[in-house]
């Protein structure tokens, strides 16, 4: 039987960022064994099941680095002519004409009807967002090295989490989400900015430049959703790897209730060892990631001040003129509607992995929790030497408030003092707790130890 691995399933989100050149990694499917630890016994025969996994590597001269290059140079003159087109810095391009509509003509129409303090908010926002593209990019396409390393590091993981029938079933949900995100943070948004274009009307009677702004709208929103997705996914997949740990764990706590096999019997050495291995793998995982996606979040987090301040402005402006005020090329309404929508699209997209960040630590407390349930005594000595062992060589210097994403913790700090949202208070919560340990065992507390690190 053939398992998912982890990088398979992250295959897609790669692939559809290396086309726009964010991502210039090359593929190379490999054979991934689970270890004896994580196979599955059937009528007394031991099943392997083995797996296909992805290699990642990033080569600096490359078909692939290449041709992510050239789309990455052909994706960033798009934004670029957008901008300088567009009349945001108050100057076109190309000339008006038959093809090219006057945007300085309406900018002056919107200017004389809202004012000019109101009308560099509006063409601020148009460059903020292009801005906020142009640098994503040069971002992402930067750590890509470090980003092919942490993809690597779950081949060996895998090894050890695959194998399990919950485990399979998380893989199934994985790709769920992966859709799921995709629809939210790419489809919706894209159609929904494309639709509006139409609404303003900035491009009546031109077609071609309302086919170009349709082609930067698709661009833009493909990239920043793409990025959007990819961190959420970073996030899934922490999440659920603690997850299949508290699956194991519980596993062997159900034997013990059904069988009323002693602890010691069930729980050998070498699968505490596995337990203690996971954790620290995982948790380095966690703090690479956390590394790895802070620069973007931080990009996001300040665009998203900007945008909601701005759009408050704004959109007290409008309301105070009449939402029904009419502008060559469009109308009051769409343009408010259009402001807000950006404003709101960047708060949804920061919720929604604010709340996949904060699933990280709710599934490692619960991860000790599912320790904790385990009864564990002092009968079995190699286990007891195990719990009583010094700290493995290689155990990295992670404490539990680093494990909820480094540059999460700024972006919930910001938000509780602004929103108090409940997310952005979970992760708070959730990374200082702690679990009492009155009822556990001396050793169960040592165990602890090591979950909790």
């Known amino acids: 039987m053939e ?7 992250l295959l897609p989100i790669f692939t559809f960022l290396r086309v726009f050149g964010r991502c210039p990694l090359d593929f190379e499917e490999i054979s991934i064994s689970p270890k004896t630890s994580s196979s599955q016994k059937k009528n007394g025969e031991r099943i392997i099941q083995n797996g296909r996994g992805i290699q990642y590597t990033f080569r600096l001269w490359s ?12 994706t960033t ?6 901008i300088m087109q567009q009349g945001g810095v108050f100057w076109q391009v190309f000339p008006p004409g038959e093809i090219w509509p006057n945007y300085q003509r309406k900018n002056d129409s919107y200017t004389a009807l809202l004012g000019a303090l109101t009308m560099y908010f509006l063409s601020s926002f148009e460059i903020v967002y292009n801005l906020q593209v142009i640098l994503d990019g040069v971002i992402s396409f930067f750590q890509t090295p470090s980003l092919a390393v942490w993809l690597n590091d779950w081949n060996m993981i895998d090894t050890e989490l695959s194998g399990e029938d919950s485990c399979n079933y998380l893989d199934k949900k994985m790709r769920k989400t992966r859709n799921n995100l995709a629809i939210f943070l790419i489809i919706l948004p894209t159609l929904f900015f494309a639709c509006s274009l139409y609404f303003v009307g900035r491009n009546k009677g031109h077609p ?5 702004e349709m082609v930067h709208v698709y661009i833009s929103g493909n990239l920043l959703g793409g990025e959007d997705v990819k961190t959420g996914m970073i996030f899934w997949v922490l999440k659920s790897a603690f997850e299949k740990v508290k699956t194991r764990i519980v596993k062997v706590h159900q034997i013990q209730d059904q069988d ?43 665009s998203l001040i900007y945008f909601a301040s701005a759009a408050v402005f704004v959109g007290a402006r409008v309301i105070m003129l009449g939402i029904d005020a009419e502008i060559e090329g469009g109308n009051a309404r769409a343009l408010l509607t259009t402001v807000i929508a950006l404003s709101g699209m960047a708060w949804m997209r920061l919720l929604i992995k604010i709340g996949m960040a904060r699933r990280i630590t709710i599934q490692e407390r619960k991860v000790a929790e599912a320790v904790k349930d385990l009864e564990l005594c002092e009968e079995d000595e190699s286990c007891r030497y195990e719990m009583e062992v010094n700290p493995r060589p290689g155990r990295p210097d992670i404490t539990r408030d680093r ?7 700024i972006i919930v700090t910001t938000i509780v003092t602004t929103a108090d949202t409940a997310a952005s208070v979970g992760i708070t919560a959730l990374a200082a707790r702690r679990i009492e340990p009155d009822t556990l065992t001396r050793h169960g507390r040592r165990l602890l130890k090591i979950v909790y690190i």
């Not at 398992?3 to 399933?9: D, L, R």
């Not at 003159?77 to 957008?82: C, D, S």
């Open 3 to 9: 398992t998912t691995s982890t990088t398979k399933q």
């Open 63 to 74: 078909k692939a680095t290449f041709f992510s290059s050239l789309s990455c140079f052909i």
């Open 77 to 82: 003159a798009i934004v670029v002519v957008e």
């Open 208 to 212: 071609f430049a309302l086919g170009f």
């Open 260 to 302: 009323q096999i002693s602890v010691p019997a069930v729980l050998k050495l070498a699968e505490f060892r596995s337990w203690s291995r996971l954790l620290v793998s995982i948790r380095r995982q966690c703090d690479s990631a956390g590394k790895y996606v802070a620069y973007h979040q931080l990009l996001s987090l300040l």
């Open 403 to 409: 494990i909820a994403i480094h540059s999460f913790t």
